[in-house]
């Protein structure tokens, strides 16, 4: 019972051209002008054309009708809207004003990843043939859309609407600064970060393993070494391999892999997060542009208009 992950986003793109290609190419498959498939999850990304970036809509999967009509209550309790939609409802988050929807929709459903057979001191699985890695061709194929990190300007008003309103729980957090929440047994499907203003930091999609993640981000580049962003790295935070890339209209996208689940919070415990494990365990250190994105001041002059 409940919100298990996120179902779709609505993302505002200057140039919905510009951002389909590159959509296509980081291995999304096109449903129709401006909206994507993942491999597992269905329709997950819509690309709407506005002049300024960010998230238009957070839709969230919940299992069944009963989920919709308790957060329609809770909704309520809270002095929320809740209007009904064809597949559900739909509020708006208050600190950041994203229009957050429900609908029923459900589980990933994936197929076991290929097995890897990897070579190490004192344990050699694979003999007289080369890592299957390094001889596949074409794209990668992201599973699923796994999580956002949404900057909001009340970080305690936007965990209030997540966690006591919708049910979200806390997996870890950096208190005042950032907090990673999920809804189903993912570490984070929305990461909150305290900043100036709405701002959409990325989105990340969850590739099979650490060699997609290596494989999506070297294809990427190849084809324009301007998306490149960060990585290769992985993250102390829930675990993740990382890399991330550009898109043409600013937001930053992730190849993912290896995030930790969560199914008992009191059995999981988050390290004490300081130094550079806040933003990574290992890898290349990130750029100033991933701490504050070059258009932040541009979208924040917007929301003040
Ligand atoms: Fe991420």
Redesign the pocket.
Known sequence: MGLHRISRVDLAVPDVEASSAFFTEFGLEPTGPGRFATRDAGEQLVLTAARHRGLRELVLAAEEDDDLARAARALAAAGLPADVTDGGLATVEPATGVRVALEVTGPVVAPAPPEVFPNAPGRVLRRDEPAAAVVVDGPVRPSNLT?L?LGTPDLDASLRFFCDVLGFRISDQVPGVIAFTRCGDVHHQVALQQAPGTILH?L?FEVDGVDDVARGGTRMIDADAGRHLWGLGRHAIGS?W?WYLREPGGHYV?Y?ADVDRVDAQEDYRPGDWSGHDVLYAFGPPPPLEFLEPVDAGELLAAQAE
């Open positions: 999580h990190v990325h990340a993740n990382f992730e993912a």
